[in-house]
């Protein structure tokens, strides 16, 4: 989609400058990171060091693809209608992958399940950018469903984090990996004016030059997994001898209700941000915004979802993980109501999906941290997967479901409808509140 307003040089200048603001904010981040990183213990620091690094390097690859998605299903498909359709894809993608990336895992290990990923999602972009050339549509789908198998990636991650972290500090570790998709997914959207120069430079179809940087990050990503995680985290974590009782080495729950809500609430709360954040670029750019502006505005609310993971982590492990829960649904609330009252104005939408994506982040911090405390053992990891999968499928239902409501109840419509999803969440988390919460299990 060609905007004459904002001819390709400018919008390259325009892009290298939001580039140039969010490398600084990746330095001040790495800054943070490492002192963190250097309380834990020996392995501890290695397993995330490389997790981190390899989520750069996800982000990157994510962040470079996913704020064109809409745009181009819109021009491969010709219709706003479809516009969600790529975003469905990506979730189902992700959800189709969650429980054998789990499997692989137990029977391999967290390395080679998280480069296999990797590589899958690799394969998606160049998919992806034949999807274009060809005007294929479903071949545009399917590239993105592998696509979504990145994000997949990205999830099992931080439960990686977990492997060999205590309880007391299980929230702290796992956002410290959330927290590092920060640096690649803010600066990736923001890659559309290198990404005009690889398309000419290659000969690519229109707005699919930044795949090309996507498939270099992934392969990245690939070897960092291979070469990186070793020892691999939970491999290690099944040697150690930790586990009291022969049932908690098989597995364990404690608090089937708890967890019911856990995994309730990753799947409502990726529901609600998928839902606003996959229809933002269409409305943005029927409003007339350049791609300039769009690509920043994701950006931004990628950076709320990722920069304050480690606040939140931290909230979650000293606050404990339901009042953390609940800082996030009432962000959701603040944020939805932004978007609606404010759906013709630039600001107040950025704003909007700034909060947004903190109170994805709060949520799916605080829940994944209560899905570790509640299963022991190889228990664990199959609830990981569940919660992987149920955070895919609800994504990919919000996004199927996004299209259709913003084509008949506008953008405003679509945040109110949005904003009963975290009401829901409300009332489960004073439901399970109201009951006496299970110890962590180690």
Sequence with gaps: MKDPAHPRPLIARHSLIHSSECLHLARSTLTVLQGIVRSMSTVQQRSVRILVVGQV???????????????????????????????????????????????????????????????????????AVTAVGLVAFPLLLLGFAMLGVGAAVGLQARFAATDNASAATRG????????????????G????????????????????????IAIAAQLLAVCVYLWGLRPDPLLLARSRPVEPTPELATGAISGRGALVFAIGTLGVSHA??????????????????????????????????????????????????????????????????????????????????????????????????????????????????????????????????????????GYAGLSVAAMSLAVLVLVGAFVVGRSRMPAPLE
């Design 57 to 127: 390097l996800a982000g990157l690859g994510q962040g470079a693809t996913g704020s064109l998605g809409a745009v181009l299903a819109t021009d491969v498909s010709g219709s706003e209608a479809w516009a969600g359709a790529v975003a469905t894809a990506s979730t189902l993608g992700a959800a189709a992958i969650a429980i054998p990336l789990a499997r692989l895992a137990e029977a391999r290990g967290r390395r080679i399940s998280l480069a296999t990923g990797a590589l899958i999602a690799a394969g998606g972009s160049t998919l």
């Design 189 to 212: 959207p923001n890659l559309f004016g290198p990404g005009v120069f690889f398309a000419e430079l290659f000969g690519l179809p229109e707005n699919t030059g930044s795949f090309v």
């Design 272 to 409: 609600i941000m998928v839902s606003v954040m996959s229809m933002t670029p269409v409305h943005l750019v029927h409003q007339g915004a350049s791609l300039t502006i769009v690509g920043f505005t994701i950006s931004l609310h990628i950076a709320g979802m990722f920069a304050l993971s480690p606040v939140f982590g931290i909230a979650s492990d000293r606050l404990g993980r339901v009042p953390t829960i609940l800082i996030g649904q009432v962000l959701f609330l603040s944020s939805l109501g932004f978007t609606a009252v404010g759906q013709d104005s630039t600001t107040a939408i950025t704003v909007g999906l700034v909060l947004l994506g903190l109170g994805w982040s709060a949520s799916t911090v605080a829940a994944s941290a209560l899905v570790s405390d509640l299963a022991t053992g190889a228990t664990r990891l199959r609830m990981q997967g569940r919660a992987d999968l149920t955070m895919n499928i609800a994504g990919a239902v919000g996004a199927a479901g996004a299209g259709p409501v913003l084509a008949l109840l």
């Design 172 to 187: 702290r570790d796992l956002s410290i990996v959330v927290w590092s998709t920060t640096i690649g997914a803010v600066v």
